[in-house]
């Protein structure tokens, strides 16, 4: 199944940018290789993983996802 970004890509013919939970959820990196793979998105945003854990970018592409930092309600509580 598509997601309305892919749809929206699909019909569109224009770029479009994914997000909403994309870092946070259990398996991120395995999600973030199918659907760039598939060329659903052409950009994801991801806000809330970066928050909880600055690195995890680096630790995605190190395909160590059991070291990221989980985004909790508590993460956000030492942002200030």
Known sequence: ALSLAAWTRLLSKKP????GG???RAGAGDFISRIMRAREVDLLAVGRALLADAAWGSKIHAAAEEDIRPCTQRSFMHLF
């Open 16 to 19: 479009v940018i994914g997000g």
């Open 22 to 24: 994309v870092g946070v």
